[in-house]
């Protein structure tokens, strides 16, 4: 059983809605991070959060530690917002613990 | 910075054939962890690396070996390949600061064909 659990698996969304990413960990740890990947592989780092929300242009990230549970939302989605959207915990050491991931596809 | 870069991009390789992944790390950065990600799947750990040791280690067999150099770059080696070694090879970087809560840095990865 993975201890990153991740919802949905896939989602589209039409250009401009809003997008919410779960993520719930079963054990403590010590940051979440939340991650995009393109076609091709790549990652990009996009937040790492220890408590509480951080905003980036479009992209909000909110972490509760109690609940273990953390949502990453797009505002005003757009295509280029397509991706691998993959959440992350660190436990110890900086070793990361990965969610499956969740395929997003804003359309026009 | 050129950020993490990884060597080759892709490869093909022969069953039973040996396979050597490279990375060098963030400026600054001393420590790197390896992942594979099959496809459609979530990056597994394999092992990370820190001052030229193996610290932690995932659940992946002996077959896979690794090595960090003193400028802080690192090889993953995957010995007698396998159909299902057939992966994304992911390393990433970071600086082990107090509690090891860093924020990771990622290559582009290595793809993997074996046939």
């Known amino acids: 059983k993975n201890e990153v659990e991740q919802s949905p698996q896939n989602l589209t969304a039409q250009e401009g809605e809003f997008i919410t990413i779960n993520c719930s960990y079963s054990?403590?740890?010590?940051?979440l991070h939340w991650l995009q990947q393109h076609p091709g592989g790549g990652i990009v780092s996009l937040f790492m959060?220890?408590?509480g929300k951080k905003k980036h242009g479009r992209l909000i990230a909110t972490i509760n530690i109690q609940e273990k549970h953390s949502s990453l939302h797009i505002t005003a989605s757009h295509p280029r917002d397509s991706a691998v959207y993959i959440c992350?915990?660190?436990?110890?050491?900086?070793?990361?613990?990965f969610g499956a991931g969740t395929q997003v596809v804003v359309t026009p | 910075d050129a950020g993490v870069t990884q060597s080759p991009t892709h490869l093909i390789k022969t069953r039973g054939q040996q396979v050597t992944l490279r990375c060098s790390p963030k400026?600054?950065?001393?420590?790197v962890s390896w992942y594979q990600q099959a496809l459609g799947q979530g990056p597994q750990f394999i092992f990370q690396?820190?001052?030229?040791?193996?610290?932690q280690r995932g659940n992946f067999p002996d077959r896979f070996s690794g090595h960090q150099f003193p400028n802080y770059s690192s090889e993953l080696n995957v010995n007698a390949l396998l159909l299902g070694d057939s992966a994304l090879y992911l390393c990433?970087?970071?600086?082990?600061?107090?509690?090891?809560?860093?924020?990771?840095?990622f290559g582009q990865g290595t793809r993997l064909t074996v046939v």
């Open positions: 054990v403590g740890i010590s940051a």
């Open positions: 690396y820190y001052e030229e040791e193996e610290r």
């Open positions: 959060l220890s408590s």
């Open positions: 990433a970087s970071s600086l082990l600061g107090a509690g090891g809560n860093t924020e990771a840095f």
């Open positions: 992350a915990v660190t436990f110890s050491w900086g070793k990361l613990q």
């Open positions: 400026s600054g950065h001393d420590t």
